[in-house]
Structure formats: C-alpha cells, structure tokens
C-alpha cells in the first residue's frame, strides 16, 4: 500500500475531491461557482427581506417559501467552505467530526426543504379545493406547528444513523467522491458493520422523499380535478398559475436526487467528475434557482422588487 495511503488511513481527516484530473482549471471553475454562491445568498436574503417587509406578504403560502428561502441558504452556507476551499486551493482536508456535522446538514436540509414543498403543496390543495376553509385551516398557529414538525422531522429522524457514523472504523483510504460529504460517501469507506445505517437510510429516504413525493402527485391530482371542473378557461388558467412556481420549485428539487441517485447506482463505468458535477448540481442547483422562479412567477414578489430597485435608483 502507498505511503500516502497508509497515512490516510490512520488518521481521522478526510480527503476531499473536487474535479479529479483538473486541478490545473480550479481557478477557472472557481469563478462561476463563486458567483453561484454569491447569487445563492443574495437571492434567497432578497426573498427573505422581501417577506418580511411586504405586509402583503405575510400569509400561509409566503411563511412556507420564507421556510424555503432559509433553508436553501442554508444549504449554501453548509457546502460553500468545503467546495470553494477545494477550488481557491485553501485546503481538501476535512475532520472526522467536521464531515459527519456537514452531513447532517447536507441530508437534514434536503429532508426539510422535501417536507416544505409539501407543506407549500398543501396550501396550494387547500386554497383551490376548499377555498371557504383555507383561513381556518391555515391559522398562523397551525402553520407554526407545521413548521415545527417539518423541522423535528428532519433534524430527529437522520439522528441515529448519523450518530453511529462517529463510532465506524474506517480502514479503506479517506478519499471522498465529492467536494462536501454525504452518508452514503462514508459508508463506502466503513470497514464496520453497515447494515443498520444503509437499512435505516433506505427506508428513510422511502418515509419521507419518497412519501412526500407521493403526496404531493396526489395533492395536485385533486387541484387538477378541481381546476378543470371550473367553467370559465380564465379562472382555470388562474388557479394554475398559482401553483406553477411550486410545481418548478419540485421539479428543481427531485430531479437532481433522481439524477444523482441514477449516477451513483448505474453510473459507476463514468468519470468521476461526473459524479462530482452531479454531486454539486444536487447541492446548488434548488438554492440557486427557487428565488429566480419565484422571483419571475410569483406577481407579489416580482411587483414588490420592482419596486424596491425602483427606490434604489
């Protein structure tokens, strides 16, 4: 075995890896995802701040895609030291403890942002199939509630396979696949029993992903159903429009975890920077473009921002 290898083995730090075999163009690539970064930050902020100043703003469905807006700058501010550190060529090196806390956010972010797109699919069932109820339904107290259990949900269901990854031996080379860590990366490089950690995370991913994937087909079945018994083709254009920055903002979300997915079952003949791409596709790509969605789609926002920029100017 190297020597490298061997020491690499022995410690307890990690190895990132950013686009293996072009570490000559890091400096190249590390523009456009510093400005995917910066965009990420700014947009979501800009969200924010929006809501929170707009009066207008303050019901149900905006209290939901605040809940989004942080999540997705979380999920920002959670990857951007270890990606960017790789590309700046500040370090690759990550600690046992650092990576296990990066993937718990990593996966307790992307089961929060799974439980508020259902959430936002709710308000969208409940404001055009019971439009009589929907004040009632979604008091502020209850959509606090909601919000309090999409957390729990994410931040106590991940809890026990992560806790068991800090008491793994890892025997096989401390080389990650990607520029951040997941579950799934450390489990490949776990010399102990792992039978728990890939049961519970399958099973996991089927309660929730999946479920809530499942739910949210079934919550649009239903609008769809009502829309089309509308008589009037304007109305039914205009309870769609409502829902077609949800409908973008799912599509953003579950592609990449199914192109990801797809990648790292069938694609193990690829290169690794393809797994590497998809990796930070499934990372950045749901930040980076919900605040431009619900920036064009959304008429509230888009009107108030205009606004904004006008007073700026």
């Not at 700046?88 to 089961?111: K, P």
């Not at 990801?260 to 193990?268: A, D, Y």
Request: hydrophobic share 50%; with cysteine.
């Amino acid at each position: 075995m190297p020597t490298s290898f061997a020491s690499i083995i022995n410690t307890s730090i990690f190895i990132l890896t950013g686009f293996p075999g072009l570490d000559q163009y890091y400096p190249w690539f590390s523009i456009p995802f510093s400005s995917i970064y910066t965009l990420v930050f700014l947009g979501n902020c800009m969200v924010l701040h929006v809501i929170r100043t707009e009066p207008s703003l303050h019901q149900p469905m905006f209290y939901f895609l605040a809940m989004l807006a942080l999540t997705d700058l979380c999920m920002g501010l959670s990857t951007v030291h270890t990606v960017l550190g790789i590309l700046w060529g500040l370090s690759r090196e990550v600690s046992l403890d650092a990576c296990i806390a990066q993937t718990y956010f990593i996966h307790g972010l992307s089961l929060t942002e799974s439980g508020v797109l259902l959430a936002m699919a709710f308000d969208r069932f409940t404001a055009i199939c019971n439009p009589l109820r929907y004040t009632s339904l979604l008091t502020n107290s209850r959509v606090i509630h909601f919000m309090v259990a999409i957390l729990m949900r994410a931040a106590l269901s991940i809890l026990p396979v992560i806790i068991r990854l800090k008491f793994f031996h890892y025997c096989r080379p401390h080389i990650l696949s990607h520029s951040f860590c997941l579950h799934q990366d450390l489990l490949r490089l776990a010399c102990s029993d792992i039978r728990f950690n890939s049961l519970y995370a399958l099973a996991l991913v089927i309660c929730t992903l999946l479920l809530d994937a499942v739910l949210i087909l079934i919550s649009y079945i239903f609008i769809l159903h009502t829309v089309l018994a509308i008589a009037s083709r304007e109305e039914r254009l205009k309870s769609l429009q409502t829902c077609v920055s949800h409908i973008c903002a799912v599509l953003v979300f579950y592609i990449p975890i199914i192109g990801l997915t797809m990648v790292h079952r069938f694609g193990k003949h690829l290169s690794p920077s393809v797994h590497v791409l998809m990796g930070n596709i499934y990372i950045l790509f749901p930040p980076l473009m919900n605040p431009i969605i619900y920036s064009v789609k959304t008429q509230q926002i888009r009107s108030r921002m205009k606004k904004w920029c006008s007073l700026k100017m």
